[in-house]
Structure formats: structure tokens, C-alpha cells
């Protein structure tokens, strides 16, 4: 099996408020828009798949806790001063505010917010090889 993510799927609560919060507000657009879903290029090959919370539990099999997956999401930038754009750009979208942009024992800086179902997104400056490969 080729090592390989092609969709990252998340459920959601209201579909309308997604689609408020990540096309109005970030400006993203869609590249397919039904009443139960919204998906959205974000790398090459990769989507990002926003489902209505009842379309994903009856297509997945079950009903999941949103927002409080133990993952996150991460947008990385190729400098420290673009990490507290992007998170300023969330706020006046309506993200909510989980943290600043703070100096990490990584080397590097980062911040999060929240979209609007609690999907925590990383905001960071990442100076390193890997921070470089994950750049456009």
C-alpha cells in the first residue's frame, strides 16, 4: 500500500455555519458543495471533506463526538509574523481563540484556534526541514 492521505473527513454540526465560517470567512472555495457535504482542496491530492453530522454517522456507522477528536489540523507558514495573520484572519472569521502564537522548545512558534464544531487548527512557523517540506 503506497503511503498516501487522500480525504481528511470531519462531521459537522451545522454544514451552513461550515460553509459560512470556511468559505466567507477564509475564503476558501469549494470544489463540491451538496446539502450534505462540502469539500475543499487543501494540498495536492488531499481534501478536506466537511460532512453533515447525520450523513457521516449514517455513511461511517456511527455518531461521533465532535469537535474533541484527538487530533488536529495544522496550516504551516514560511514565517513567524504569518502565524498571527492566519490567526487573526480565523478570529475575524469566527474562529475561536485557543491560543496565541507562542515561541515552542521546538524552535519554532505556534497558535490555535478553533473553527466552529471545535476542530482545533495549528497555526506555525516550523523552521525546519520538515516545516519546509509541507510548504508550497
Not at 38 to 44: E, G, I, Q
Not at 119 to 131: D, F, K, L, Q
Amino acid at each position: 500500500m503506497d503511503r498516501r492521505v487522500s480525504f481528511i473527513t470531519l462531521a459537522v454540526r451545522d454544514l451552513q455555519k461550515s460553509r459560512a465560517f470556511y468559505c466567507d470567512g477564509l475564503g476558501w472555495e469549494p470544489v463540491l458543495e451538496d446539502p450534505a457535504v462540502l469539500m475543499f482542496p487543501v494540498a495536492d491530492k488531499v481534501v478536506l471533506s466537511l460532512w453533515d453530522v447525520g450523513a457521516f454517522t449514517e455513511e461511517v456507522g456511527y455518531e461521533p463526538v465532535l469537535g474533541r477528536a484527538p487530533i488536529t489540523l495544522a496550516h504551516n507558514m514560511p514565517r513567524p509574523e504569518g502565524v498571527d495573520e492566519v490567526l487573526d484572519s480565523a478570529r475575524t472569521a469566527g474562529a475561536t481563540s485557543v491560543t496565541t502564537a507562542v515561541r515552542r522548545d521546538w524552535g519554532g512558534c505556534s497558535g490555535y484556534f478553533a473553527d466552529p464544531d471545535g476542530y482545533r487548527w495549528e497555526v506555525a512557523y516550523n523552521p525546519s526541514p520538515i516545516g519546509d517540506s509541507v510548504l508550497p
